[in-house]
């Protein structure tokens, strides 16, 4: 294998700009409801601390507190899946 081959196998795709967002995941929006609060009761807190004590606070979270960011989760990956489905077959019509 020489290097140029090796560098064609690292070269990353380029993601389309036009493709739809990923889903988020239920911690993910409680990360965001919270991460504020978090920010203010620890000012002095890099952002990898502030990841920690979401993380720490997610996992204590019971499923009752859980269940709304869940819903969100679920809806937002239907959402995720829809507009997939939308941006691949306008994709395949361009194509053809």
């Known amino acids: ?54 993380g720490s606070e997610w996992e204590a979270l019971s499923d009752a507190g859980r269940v709304r960011y869940l819903e969100m989760a679920a809806r937002d990956k239907a959402r995720a899946e829809q507009e997939m489905a939308i941006y691949e077959g306008n994709k395949r019509d361009e194509d053809d």
């Not at 020489?2 to 929006?29: G, Q, W």
């Not at 978090?38 to 502030?50: C, G, L, T």
């Open 1 to 54: 294998m020489t290097s140029e081959t090796k560098k064609k196998d690292r070269t990353k795709r380029k993601k389309d700009p036009n493709a739809p967002k990923r889903a988020l995941t239920a911690y993910m929006f409680y990360g965001q409801e919270h991460r504020e609060r978090v920010k203010q009761d620890n000012p002095a807190a890099s952002v990898f601390e502030i990841a920690k004590i979401l």
